[in-house]
């Protein structure tokens, strides 16, 4: 921790300074300059409140040195975690392609966009039981009902299922219906929900908030991670900035980022973070580009029809696409996609992959 | 509802957006101008969402007309929400002041604030005993300690007192203890915490979030008012902008706005909405003159001891000083601070700045 | 300055960043801490680049510690500029009232609207001659029509004219013409433009850009108190943010931030900082309520059939209204307007709220 | 433009708004709901402003339907704008790769860098001559000297060379020495600057500004396109948001949607969209794979002595790396990078890109 001293402050500020860092344990080292003074602080910071001496007459400001994860940074892990989901791995060399439906709307709706989002290459299915909606007169979702049409999918496709919980109290109800517990953007600092979730040691899909930097993101990972629920994946779904055009504006940085900065996996989710399904290829395509480890995408059998977020969502063909957009974009990477030895015969992905196809989701 | 059609849509997606329209009980209104194709929509448009709409073949957008809160707007209730707690009126011409340590740190500390801020004229006192705190390595709260202490300063002071509750599940139990329950800007779109306090049918006070539209902090109240919990009173405490030398920026149009939009009161923080003690006095004065219901503010005898926000935290003298600065702002201005009949020898422009007048402008 | 090593930076990495600080002919202050190595750098840090020490290998951030402002803070002057425009003081204890159109249309026009500021109480015209608009299309002023016009209206009435000035080449002309210059908030940030005013030495309204911070408009206000202008004042003009309800969100904590940092005066623009009339009252007494030294105000006739920014000008009645309260906000806060002693008889709170009770808290 | 009346808008109201539409020469189209009346527009929008609507006694909103640019609009130019600078292609199937100091510093410096960014594969060198600096006291760049330097650096390399301008009086001088000229983003909207840009006819490079929409960008276009220079390409270089641990935060989506909208070629700047050289990579791979039709990159020998901006500066051997990526995700797209078939023995990508190598950029 840095102390910046006000030109003004006098000598018995800095003294109190000086005892008040003391007394917690830690050892000053005072410089002092042609108009100010500064004090570097050495030794465990957590002990001290940087607001506190802050407040301090005579201080201008306080600068942390040292960055408030710790089980979520590279230094305190330097390996990518990586971990399974039933037979699917999250993490390491190969993508990990989630899909569906925004909300679970019936039973027969929710299988057919499961074997429509299998046979084009995903590997688990996502969709709303409990929906967060701007409007208390907007559908919430079926409940537990949902979750069972969740549970029913995994049994007749075999992908592992995930779905968004908002209340705490259910979190253990959840767990027995789904494999992935998502926490939602406006629930990034819910730190109930948080913790009951770290508690569940269940695995967790982390959303970013709207407006959340990495570092308050990776605080978040944190908390669940201060249980020893390891299992967490980050998941960036666009920040909230001007643009009209898009719904979201999609940060891309924040992936090369948190690879830096954490271990934990990172998933784009290109249907929020564009807000428009004419986007998703595009910003599908980057997020691998720019080394996300997989890609959950919103698909519905008639978009038109979708209770909520259909101007997002792709068709189940236009999903298969994308699948082998991502093909394509893994392989200039260096990475794969599960199956990609069984089905690739793309050999030579110039061809396959030409300007027409890629302007029909452009 | 206005759907936009593209310039290149064609007859038969004209067709389909008007039928489909008219199944959901609607009528049209198509308008064929010189490049495109508009359909006016009438009747009730909540059976239709307008995302659905908005992504059938040809249309390229679709706008709402009507705000889609209904219970917290002006047209519903033309006449402002007014309500009491104890014996202090929320909202009408009387202002209120809200004031207290941001953390409860323990009984004589909180007793000691408490009588400070009643004697400096504070009527409802604040202090925290759930934290959302950053760090999970950080002071989480006393919890229903910290709760018993604010019972007992109540008891000893006389005032009614105010908290933050997180956890959906905790409510009744915290409303055992305190008298207003405060939602955090982090929570502003808890769904679950806003409907556990929605039908706790105890008096809230909603804070916007640090990204929030005003429109969206009205739908969050609306799922309260959706309870028939009518005691609610909306806060706003800044918001997350560039600007580094304040931790947040107070978006001060956001009281006219919602003395527009809605009949529901609305409180000003100004220590959040600045983050620094040196700007409280200016912002509190601020929100008075643009018309706020009251205002709630942060005060600690040893700020640079605070547990948390020692920074923005006013010492009580300091406290003391803004009530009085209040008191000349809510006089200017057509409104009151209780007692202000007792210790008013301020005779002065009250006359001149009537409501009518002030009315005028806002 | 403040540098920052890697954790894993080496003892080579380290000195070489040792021996660049030194040969820059800066003293270095090596603190060894448990984790990290921190480097303080005492002399004058204009001579280093701290973007070049950040790139050094084994560097993890580079802090500036002093403002990098000069001629601009509190520190180097610490009194408020306070000067003259023709007989209208800008700065110190009176405020600083400008009114007229958003575009001069007409001579008669603006001649009508400025007698009729004038009678309301204005001190300053406003009005464009050459309008920054966002498309080529839109109607982009009348140029040295205009500014004939706003002459003509100073020899009418008696008020000194302000206008922006786009062109660096046209600023000597534009001198010519009228007292005050206006650098707009889209050229806040157009050096060229900036150096031309500075150069001219002809008064200036420096108003902030939409996404500026108060640091990087301090910056741009030192580009022409560099050229020895010392006749600047600053102007607040609201920001971007996400709020749709106004067209821009007024940073009400600029205004005490600005006081703090700053000798500069500084004037409100409640016009541009909500975007819509019906807020430009409450705005304009938040802001002479936090301290602003003056307002500036879009005023037309008629509103409906303004050529630009109809939405936010208000009728002259409406203005003479907004003058009327001003000048009880500016009692309240020890402050006054022009001709309040003739026409003050609102015996009142002056005494109450002295410069100095303010004081204690801005 | 569709005009939404207020519930409360009277009979005498509407009627005012019908007869104004139609006096501009518009049909109306009102359309009589159950709460309110919604008046469709119908004509050439351009001849009524609807801001001056907006104003108008009971009108609640005012929407434009059609988009306010024209000639940088796709659906006035259907095909891609394609045109030559030198040489090189701007635009087209093969990407354009732009490299260079941020500054020019010296002539051998320069000398050195083009060649090294030409060997690596450059088509077009950057380097800036008249600096856009925060501070007036920072190098402000060598001026015309500079551009001797750019000239001459054109001639040994045969590299088209571009160079940002500030000021329109040296405009035609800038045109002189350079090929094509670049519009820095804090000058988007100058639009003094534009109007000069766009009468010189010469290429011009449009960087979008901190906080601009899409719209205001392609705006800004249609500022030089109006003056009949079709020789346009835009720049995303990234918008301010909350993010600290980069400098900007890359709109990624920006590509597709002016993909979409527009048919000027679009330009990423992964330098400024990250300010982070270790980011650099992953942002350029994902501008590529999101549709960039090329690169502009920072390059310096010695960043770490860089007179601007060395932060986010690769050195030659890094860029050289870049540009092998490029070439690889360049395929994976469908498009070309110039050479590709002479140096392309890439066959087999995945081996050249493997995991190793690409973390060496990440």
Same mark, same amino acid.
């Given at each position: 921790?840095?102390?910046?001293?006000?030109?003004?402050?006098?000598?018995?500020?800095? &003294?109190?300074?000086?005892?008040?860092?003391?007394?917690?344990?830690?050892?000053?080292?005072?410089?002092?300059?042609? &108009?100010?003074?500064?004090?570097?602080?050495?030794?465990?910071?957590?002990?001290?409140?940087?607001?506190?001496?802050?407040?301090?007459?005579?201080?201008?400001?306080?600068? @942390?040195?040292?960055?408030?994860?710790?089980?979520?940074?590279?230094?305190?892990?330097?390996?990518?975690?990586?971990?399974?989901?039933? &037979?699917?791995?999250?993490?390491?060399?190969?993508?990990?392609?989630?899909?569906? @439906?925004?909300?679970?709307?019936?039973?027969?709706?929710?299988?057919?966009?499961?074997?429509?989002?299998?046979?084009?290459?995903?590997?688990?299915?996502?969709?709303?039981?409990?929906?967060?909606?701007?409007? @208390?007169?907007?559908?919430?979702?079926?409940?537990?009902?949902?979750?069972?049409?969740?549970?029913?999918?995994?049994?007749?496709?075999?992908?592992?299922?995930?779905?968004?919980?908002?209340? @705490?109290?259910?979190?253990?109800?959840?767990?027995?219906?789904?494999?992935?517990?998502?926490?939602?953007?406006?629930?990034?600092?819910?730190?109930?929900?948080?913790?009951?979730?770290?508690?569940?040691?269940?695995?967790?899909?982390?959303?970013?908030?709207?407006?959340?930097?990495?570092?308050?993101?990776?605080?978040?990972?944190?908390?669940?991670?201060?249980? &020893?629920?390891?299992?967490?994946?980050?998941?960036?779904?666009?920040?909230?900035?001007?643009?009209?055009?898009?719904?979201?504006?999609?940060?891309?940085?924040?992936?090369?980022?948190?690879?830096?900065?954490?271990?934990?996996?990172?998933?784009?989710?290109?249907?929020?973070?564009?807000?428009?399904?004419?986007?998703?290829?595009?910003?599908?395509?980057?997020?691998?580009?720019?080394?996300?480890?997989?890609?959950?995408?919103?698909?519905?059998?008639?978009?038109?029809?979708?209770?909520?977020?259909?101007?997002?969502?792709?068709?189940?063909?236009?999903?298969?696409?994308?699948?082998?957009?991502?093909?394509?974009?893994?392989?200039?990477?260096?990475?794969?996609?599960?199956?990609?030895?069984?089905?690739?015969?793309?050999?030579?992905?110039?061809?396959?992959?030409?300007?027409?196809?890629?302007?029909?989701?452009?």
């Amino acid at each position: 921790m840095i102390i910046v001293m006000k030109t003004e402050a006098s000598r018995v500020n800095i &003294d109190a300074v000086l005892d008040r860092v003391k007394m917690a344990g830690c050892k000053v080292h005072p410089i002092i300059g042609q &108009d100010r003074t500064v004090i570097g602080v050495i030794g465990d910071g957590t002990t001290i409140d940087r607001h506190q001496i802050g407040r301090m007459q005579g201080v201008e400001n306080v600068m @942390p040195i040292t960055k408030p994860y710790k089980a979520a940074s590279r230094e305190f892990q330097p390996a990518d975690t990586v971990f399974n989901v039933g &037979d699917v791995q999250v993490g390491g060399e190969s993508l990990l392609m989630i899909a569906g @439906p925004c909300a679970v709307e019936g039973r027969s709706q929710l299988l057919e966009i499961a074997h429509a989002c299998k046979e084009a290459g995903a590997q688990v299915l996502r969709g709303g039981a409990y929906k967060p909606r701007t409007s @208390p007169y907007s559908f919430q979702g079926l409940g537990e009902e949902g979750l069972q049409y969740l549970a029913e999918a995994r049994e007749a496709t075999g992908m592992p299922v995930i779905t968004e919980v908002m209340d @705490p109290a259910l979190v253990p109800m959840v767990c027995e219906y789904v494999d992935i517990l998502q926490i939602g953007a406006r629930n990034m600092q819910n730190y109930t929900l948080l913790n009951a979730v770290g508690k569940a040691n269940h695995p967790v899909l982390l959303k970013r908030s709207m407006i959340g930097t990495t570092l308050e993101w990776l605080m978040c990972a944190e908390y669940i991670l201060s249980h &020893d629920n390891h299992k967490v994946m980050l998941c960036e779904r666009g920040i909230r900035a001007n643009e009209t055009e898009t719904r979201n504006t999609f940060d891309i940085n924040a992936i090369p980022v948190i690879k830096q900065l954490s271990h934990l996996p990172i998933i784009a989710d290109p249907s929020h973070a564009t807000g428009r399904w004419e986007y998703v290829g595009a910003a599908a395509r980057a997020a691998i580009a720019a080394g996300a480890d997989g890609l959950i995408i919103e698909v519905h059998q008639q978009p038109e029809l979708a209770v909520s977020d259909g101007r997002q969502s792709l068709k189940p063909e236009r999903y298969a696409d994308l699948v082998k957009q991502t093909r394509v974009m893994a392989e200039a990477v260096g990475r794969t996609l599960p199956d990609s030895n069984k089905k690739d015969n793309l050999n030579g992905n110039v061809h396959l992959m030409d300007k027409h196809q890629l302007g029909a989701v452009l």
